[in-house]
C-alpha cells in the first residue's frame, strides 16, 4: 500500500492516526484523533477526505465514542451508539460512504442488541464491525484495480480529477487503483492530474502520492483538460466517485461533469471507478444527491490568500452530477457496468446482495 492514510492504534482504549491531509505536499503530519468531537472535525477539515476514507473513519469514530461507554448495556447503550453516529453523519452530507458505514455500525449493536448481548459484548462487536469495513477496503481497492487495469494500454496516457488515491482509501485508492495495478503489471503509463480548485486535492494530493509511487504525472490547470483533450494527449479519464445513483448518474469533486463534457465532446472514454458501498440504494436520480456548500473563504481567500474582494457573493459547491450518459463505464470490485443505465446499474446492486425493495 503506496501511504497508511488512517490506522485504529492500540486494542482498547485505542485512537485514530490520520495522515493530516491538509498539510501535504509541503508536511507530512501525522493527527492522532481520540474523540468523536475531533473525528466530526477531522472530517470536516478534510484532514481525512475521499468518499471510502471517510467511511473508514466514521466507523472508527463510533469506536471513540463507544469506548468511553463503559458499565452501560441494553437500550441504554443502544441510544447512545445512535447519537454518536448522529454526531458523526454531520461531518460532511454528500459522500454516502460515510452513512453506510454508520449504518453498519448501528445495525450490528442493534443486531447484537437484539441477541441479549451485554454492553461489552456488544462494544466488542462494534471493533469487529470497525476493522471488517477498513479490511474490505482494503481488498475492494485491490479488486477495483485489477478491473479497471484491463481498460489501461501501455503506453497509454489518462486524466484524473480531485484525489481518489491511496490517500482517499486505505490501500491504492479507487480510480487511482487501476493506475498503481497497471504499473504493478509493468505497463509504461502517464497520467495528467486536474489541480481541482479550490482546495487543490490533485495538486496538493494526487501529484504527490503518484510521484511517491513513481508514476509520471503532470499536473495541470482544471482549464487546461479541454486544450489536453484537444491535443490528442488523453487515452481515458478515471474518477472517483462520493455517491452514485441507481439510474448510473455520477456524484465526484466539482468539476468532473466539466471533464466528462469535455470527454464526451472529444470521444475519450470517460471511467468512474467505485465501491458498492459508494451506490446510494435510496437515490434513483442523480438530482437527489445533497451537495455540500463549503465556505466562500476558500475561494476568496484559498491557502490564507486573498484573491477577491471581500465582499463578493460566492457560490462554493464541493460536488457535481455527471449524467449516466456521459459515463463510458463505472468500474466496481465485481467487474465494470459499461454504459451504465438503471437497470445495469441495479441489477450489479442486487448480485452484490444490496436490497432494492
Ligand atoms: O472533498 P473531498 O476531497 O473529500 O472529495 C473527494 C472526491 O471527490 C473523490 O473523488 C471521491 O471521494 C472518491 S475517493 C476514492
Redesign the pocket.
Known sequence: MPVETLIWVGERPGFVRMIEQTKLPTEFELLDVKTVEQMVDAIWR?AV??????GVAAGYGVLLGVQALEGLGGEEFMGRTREIAATLGKA?PT?VNLFWALDRMVGRAQHDCAAGMSGDAMRSGLFEEAHAIFHEDQITCEALGRHGAELISDGGTYLT?????AL??TNT???LAPFYEAARQGKQIAVFADETRP?L?GARLTSWELMQAGISVTLICDNAAGLVMFEDKIDAVF????RIARNGDVC??IGTYSVAVLARQHRIPFYAV?PLSTFDRNITHGSMIPIEERPAEEITRGFGKQTAPDEVKVYNP??DVTPAELVTGIVTETGVIELPCQSSVESTMRAAGIDLA
Open positions: 478534510l477526505r475521499g468518499a471510502p476514507a471517510i460532511r459522500a480529477h480531485c484525489n481518489a488515491g482517499a482509501t485508492g479507487t480510480a482546495l486535492q474518477v472517483g466517485s462520493d465526484n469533486k467505485a464541493a460536488f
